[in-house]
């Protein structure tokens, strides 16, 4: 009680996916209004329900501190005229600030003199800085969809019902609409609906305890696994796992109660994901397994109500599940009078983008696409990967997948395999779709690897060709996500594509459809993707100076970029590499706008460059063919061997020399010498890495 604030929104039932982030913003809100206000405590917890919103702050102060404020003003030669007599800017300033223009100091900054002042600021009780915050700070939680309710003009996400706040044990005043906050809460809606008298968070929990609720979220995610694995087990079967379902349910329900039923064994002729999907996207129930991984008739939901008759319960569940399964067990029949290649036509009606066309013209761009992926990667994969890149948009125009969108891919692979097409060709139709997300399993199989690369890159080329480029909010067409994909594809199977050659031929497949100019578009793509691939780099842990130093130099083949990437990394802790990269810098920034590039022996005068630049040659023979053949940790070690002959040049020899021929000369050299480290990467920008 002593220091604590609670606060609970109490609402009627708000959709699950809300919950959370809700929760996170009031959390993420309310620490930093506390820190603006300079109201110190120790910790925010947060508890929630469909029901309610809460948020407790514990240690926290009960009055502000006293503070002095320091408020910059204009500069004195705008706030005074030519006559020392103040302008409307002094005037202004002294006004906004509530004091007289005899309060202003004039101080001196590092950029020249400016007018102060110096205010003095009571702290307020925290009940009332509270009181005035907390119906704005409540009305600012973003939701997806948001509601007005009555004849109010306040949104939430769903209608309010009450408010409960405390401070110090004592009620917090304010309003919201019609309600005033109070110090009670409410019970279970069905089970105890009476409202309770609340003391403090404690309390409160204990109180909802007591009243059939599980305020905190995390017990309440576990007593849902402990029904529904406990309803599993009397089946003699397991919970197929499912934490996004678990998490769901989780924030459906008050006072989890699991609830096993049956469904007629008819129905699992229908395929393993199509069972899970119409039972946990339309009713949220979990299917059971057994220990095979093969399903059983059986599963289990979670009532928000103690029950005491369970037969009846379960048969209410049945009944309705009961019709969903026969709606896909037609689904499933009426689809496969069809064959997928019949269906390809029909793509034509569906649109893939406005300006870009249909799916049918996707898919016939994504077979010329595979083609000359294959040709480039994998040319014993092309047969397979070219008939799963025709067939893979047509589940599409199926009834299972006009339900159940999510299981697109997925029925390409069952019909493609009721159809007679080989397991890896079917395969391949269901892995194209992925990864789903940046940290999800990639296709396994190289032609799906390569019709997935093929869908992206057509994607990607299409949206920068007609300018539907991301910007720093908006990503309508998941280019970001579909560009992290195309990089873990090719990182993930190595293969050694060359992404401008792929971009390129994407754009060129879209014919006269595209409005933007081809070269510009590549690059743009190309800049795109980089960008992508460096922070997914840096996120993982490498460092930033040694992905930088490849990707500057160049980014066409991922695999490539890596192995460099690598590479530098690993020598990068010697002593000797890091004196190199300054020495680089230095080399860069004297060659710097220079392209000399031809070495003349007989402008060769000094011994410390007669020596670098004969190691120069002898290096440059060892490190060609190790550079070939991507060697670049055995590369970069040749290349540590001028180090010495590097400096030695630098501390005798006088590279702007007043003789034009000497200085072109050096030059010249220095350049060529740039252009072998810059074949790995640019060690310049690696010269403060450490060990």
């Known amino acids: 009680m002593d220091n604590e604030l609670l606060l609970e929104i109490g609402t009627e039932e708000i959709p699950a996916g809300y919950i959370q982030p809700a929760l996170k913003f009031l959390k993420e809100r309310m620490t930093s209004i ?163 008298e609340i003391k403090d968070f404690n309390d409160y929990k204990k109180g909802l305890r007591n009243h059939f609720v599980l305020a905190d979220i995390d017990e309440r995610r576990e007593l849902v696994s402990r029904e529904v694995t406990k309803a599993a087990s009397e089946s003699g079967g397991a919970i197929v796992p499912d934490d996004e379902l678990l998490d769901t349910v989780t924030n459906l329900v008050e006072l989890p109660v699991g609830v096993g039923g049956t469904f007629d064994e008819k129905f699992l002729a229908l395929p ?223 293969l050694p594509l060359s992404l401008p050659e792929s971009i390129q031929m994407a754009l060129e497949l879209y014919g006269d459809k595209l409005t933007e100019d081809r070269e510009k578009s590549t690059a743009a793509i190309l800049d795109f993707i980089k960008g992508r691939y460096m922070n997914d780099l840096i996120a993982k842990g490498l460092p930033q100076e040694a992905v930088e130093a490849v990707l500057s130099t160049s980014f066409d083949n991922i695999v490539d970029c890596r192995k460099r990437i690598d590479a530098l990394i690993a020598i990068s802790s010697q002593e000797t590499f890091t004196l190199l990269a300054g020495a680089f810098k230095r080399v860069r920034n004297i060659i710097k706008g220079q392209n000399q590039t031809v070495i003349q022996e007989q402008y060769l005068q000094e011994e410390a460059e007669k020596k670098l630049y004969a190691v120069y040659q002898d290096v440059e023979e060892k490190v060609k063919p190790l550079i070939k053949e991507s060697r670049y940790e055995e590369a970069l070690a040749q290349i540590l061997e001028m180090k010495e002959p590097v400096d030695s040049f630098f501390d005798t020899v006088m590279v702007m020399s007043e003789d034009e021929n000497l200085k072109n000369n050096r030059l010249a050299l220095l350049s060529v010498i740039a252009t072998l480290f810059l074949r790995i990467g640019d060690f310049s920008k690696m010269y403060t890495l450490k060990a």
């Open 34 to 196: 506390l820190q603006e206000l300079t109201l110190s405590f120790d910790t925010i917890e947060t508890a929630a329900t469909p029901r309610r919103l809460t948020l407790c702050v514990s240690g926290l102060i009960s009055e502000q501190p006293d503070r002095k404020e320091e408020v910059m003003g204009p500069p004195k030669k705008a706030a005074f005229d030519n006559n020392n007599q103040p302008t409307k800017a002094a005037l202004g300033f002294a006004a906004s600030r509530g004091a007289s223009l005899e309060d202003v100091q004039i101080v001196t900054t590092p950029k020249g003199e400016y007018l102060m002042l110096v205010q003095e600021h009571k702290g307020e009780k925290t009940s009332d800085l509270l009181g005035r915050l907390l119906p704005e700070f409540i009305l600012s939680v973003p939701f997806p969809k948001s509601m007005h309710w009555g004849s109010y003009k306040e949104n939430f996400a769903r209608p309010i019902q009450w408010l409960l706040c405390l401070f110090e044990g004592k009620v917090v005043e304010f309003s919201i609409n019609d309600l005033s906050a109070g110090k009670t809460t409410r019970g279970h809606r069905f089970m105890a609906p009476e409202l309770i």
């Open 272 to 494: 393993k994901e199509v069972l899970i999907t119409s039972m946990r996207v339309h009713q949220k129930y979990f299917t059971v397994s057994k220990p095979d991984g093969s399903l059983l008739s059986y599963f289990v939901a979670v009532n928000n109500t103690d029950i005491k008759d369970k037969t009846m319960a379960a048969a209410g569940h049945e009944r309705v599940l009961r019709a969903r399964l026969e709606d896909a067990l037609f689904f499933f029949n009426e689809d496969k009078q069809r064959k997928l290649e019949d269906r390809l036509q029909d793509l034509s009606g569906v649109v893939f983008q406005a300006q870009l066309g249909s799916m049918l013209e996707k898919t016939e761009r994504i077979e010329k696409l595979v083609a000359f992926l294959c040709e480039k990667v994998a040319p014993e994969k092309s047969q397979t990967a070219l008939r799963a890149a025709r067939l893979c948009k047509t589940d599409l125009v199926t009834d299972m997948v006009g339900e159940f969108p999510s299981l697109q891919g997925v029925m390409g692979k069952y019909y493609a395999l009721l159809e007679g097409e080989d397991e890896e060709t079917a395969t391949a139709i269901s892995e194209h779709y992925l990864p789903l997300r940046a940290d999800s399993a990639l296709p396994e199989g190289i032609a799906g690897a390569l019709v997935s690369l093929a869908d992206r890159l057509d994607t990607l080329a299409g949206c920068f060709g007609i300018g539907k480029v991301p910007t720093g909010t908006t990503d309508p067409y998941g280019l970001r996500r579909h560009s992290l994909a195309v990089l873990h594809i090719l990182g993930g199977h190595g």
